[in-house]
């Protein structure tokens, strides 16, 4: 999602509201003829800023939870596709149907089906060393669309016949539809939670109407009226206003 810290962005809005306050406490004197930077319009600015961050608080909790409950849920995938592949070796069936099996096991914990080989010295001397991509494939949609293969796959041979619920088909589906739910619910809250990011940046940093560019501007226009030595510019100079848009 992000590597910047939340409260870097609050940051920047605090610092706004402090600068707001202090060309406030000017009075007549910062009269600027630029409606985006008059007072009025920094008070707007500073309300959509924070309405702004509180929407992205709102949308971090339920993405946060949909995250956490499905990891909770695929827990349970490696261990059972363990137990469904020995379960198919148990029975009469083709060393294929059991290899197929197993190449999907493999790829739903991230596994390689052969060891990887050494450079040869052929490519070392040429300079162009192998490169290897690695097979695993352990993205929550990888896992889940390796694992409903394998649940296919076992439908379809006749031995399989488990005794134990949790291995026979019909408790499988299920199992599949509620990780495919969790994984879901995962993209439409990380989704909401993008756009109140994007919203958000849009407000504190969009070149010109955004809140950093618009407080370097009541900087500059303070300086302009009171002087760049002067007492109300140095209150308002060292407020720092950061390019994150993360």
Do not use: W
């Not at 630029?34 to 992205?56: D, P, T, Y």
């Not at 261990?79 to 197993?102: F, G, H, I, W, Y």
């Not at 109140?196 to 955004?210: D, E, H, T």
């Amino acid at each position: 999602m992000t590597k910047t810290s939340e409260t870097g962005h609050a940051k920047n809005v605090a610092n706004f509201e402090e600068l707001t306050n202090l060309v406030l406490s000017h009075g007549m004197m910062y009269n600027p003829s630029r409606s985006a930077i008059k007072v009025q319009g920094l008070q707007m600015l500073l309300s959509e800023a924070k309405n702004s961050l509180q929407n992205v608080t709102n949308a971090l909790p339920p993405y946060k939870m949909a995250a956490a409950e499905r990891e909770t849920a695929f827990q349970i995938v490696p261990s059972l596709t363990t137990r469904l592949v020995n379960s198919l070796k148990a029975t009469d069936t083709t060393s294929r149907m059991d290899e197929t099996a197993q190449s999907l096991a493999r790829k739903i914990k991230g596994e390689r089906a052969k060891t990887i080989q050494p450079t040869t010295a052929e490519a070392t001397a040429t300079g162009a060393e192998n490169k290897h991509i690695s097979t695993a494939q352990t993205s929550f949609d990888s896992v889940l669309d390796n694992f409903d293969k394998l649940i296919k796959h076992l439908q379809n041979i006749p031995q399989f016949t488990p005794n134990e619920i949790e291995l026979q088909p019909q408790s499988l589906n299920t199992l599949c539809e509620t990780l495919r739910g969790k994984n879901n619910q995962v993209k439409i809250t990380a989704i909401a939670l993008d756009n109140a990011r994007i919203a958000r940046n849009k407000v504190l940093y969009q070149p010109i109407s955004g809140l950093t560019d618009i407080a370097a501007d009541v900087k500059t226009y303070v300086k302009s009226v009171f002087g760049a030595t002067s007492p109300q510019f140095r209150q308002i100079s060292g407020l720092v206003f950061s390019q994150l848009k993360k």
